[in-house]
């Protein structure tokens, strides 16, 4: 993949990661300035999930009749426009429509990105490509979430306006018209789930996601209730385990190129577990507030793991599991953070935390057995 492609890729991402984290931070604001009920604001959230998880589904058999270079400009366009709208809704139903477009437009960039790299690029580089481009999506969100608490909410959104605004540009100008196009073939999500390698993929996928958000959508009440934290010490906590990903995302890819993606995704959930040990055993504020970086790491290094692992399928598998990825990752993280709060209504931090950590340390132990099946042929 030729350098300024790869820039127009990573702009992509970054683009993308803006303003999603910061959504939640400003629910309050917006509710405020419309003059409406926390609780009607904050569907801004799930109105962007929702989408995103349905409509991640069909770029990637779009790329089967359509041109990427042709996706990605229709798709950075509408991005475009739905974030202007965003910014300036005069009505909060008005920014429920434009949150949902966001969201129908935005699913598209992550699956024809790792098909650009997965049909582009040599195996032992995809990890590094990988690793750049989400490492600088955790880049994005620190900016926009720290920004969040400075400057007016409308502006929070212009930003990735104008950024997809000149994705748009940059993909009719310089991006190579990546013709993947194929004839007879149509979707085949089932036909990829049949597959054992594929379906022991998702599984994956679909449980470190559930596990991860029944802790993360948590981490702040607990620090809040355990330790009577003001909000600027708990920003300032995730903050920490944002740096920390930032780092290990980037590090994560060239250390998939090195020893394989298996190994790094099995540190990665090994680490997160041993941080949630930490959680389990241990009420000194100090060493908790100092060890959450290990959990920004673990999810970082599981993340670019399975990501890199995505692009080593064959075509006729790796076009599917790319839409499915995203599509699953937004879906599963919803219902564990819905059952995050289940548990902790019923059993309290202590026994979510086992069986959220006890569900991911067992997931490292069996992960080199479930991916490494046969299959996907």
């Known amino acids: 993949m030729p350098r300024k492609h790869f820039w127009v890729f990573c702009l992509l991402f970054f683009t993308l990661s803006f303003g999603v984290a910061a959504t939640a931070a400003l629910v ?6 419309f003059g409406r009920p926390k609780e009607e604001a904050i569907r801004l959230t799930w109105l962007y999930m929702l989408p995103y998880g349905i409509f991640a589904l069909f770029w990637a058999p779009l790329t089967r009749v359509v041109r990427i270079k042709t996706l990605l400009t229709c798709a950075t366009a509408g991005f475009s426009v739905a974030a202007f709208l965003f910014s300036f809704a005069p009505t909060l139903p008005h920014a429920f429509l434009y949150r949902f477009l966001m969201g129908s437009f935005g699913c598209s960039f992550v699956p024809l990105s790792l ?12 990890g590094k490509y990988i690793g750049t481009f989400f490492s600088l999506s955790w880049v994005s969100t620190l900016i926009s979430v720290f920004l969040s608490g400075f400057i007016p909410w409308r502006m929070i959104y212009l930003v990735p306006a ?9 993909v009719r100008l310089w991006l190579e018209d990546l013709d993947f196009r194929q004839k007879g073939v149509g979707v085949s999500y089932l ?3 049949r597959d054992p390698a594929a379906f022991s993929f998702f599984l994956v996928i679909m449980a470190g996601s559930f596990l991860y958000h029944g802790v993360q959508q948590r981490l702040g009440m607990f620090f809040a209730d355990a330790f009577s934290l ?3 010490v708990i920003s300032s906590i995730y903050t920490l385990a944002t ?22 995704t ?7 577990s041993g941080f949630i040990l930490l959680l389990l055993c241990s009420r000194q504020m100090p060493v908790l507030i100092w060890s959450i970086p290990l959990w920004g790491a673990g999810w970082a290094l599981t993340h670019v793991g399975i990501s890199s692992r995505l692009t080593d399928f064959p075509d006729q598998v790796m076009r599917d599991a790319s839409s499915l990825n995203s599509s699953l990752r937004f879906t599963f993280g919803g219902l564990g953070a819905f059952a995050g709060g289940l548990l902790l209504n019923i059993v309290g931090f202590g026994f979510l935390f086992l069986i959220m950590g006890t569900g991911i340390v067992l997931l490292g132990a069996v992960l080199p057995k479930m991916l490494g099946r046969r299959g996907a042929t």
């Open 162 to 170: 104008v950024l997809a605004l000149c994705a748009c540009l940059l």
């Open 28 to 33: 309050p604001s917006i509710a405020e300035y």
């Open 191 to 193: 036909r990829t789930l």
């Open 230 to 232: 003001r909000q600027v």
């Open 243 to 264: 740096l920390s990903a930032i780092v290990f995302e980037f590090t994560g890819g060239h250390l998939c190129s090195r020893f394989g993606n298996i190994p790094v």
């Open 115 to 126: 098909i650009a790299v997965g049909k582009t690029v040599d195996s032992g580089k995809k």
């Open 266 to 272: 099995r540190v990665g959930f090994f680490v997160m």
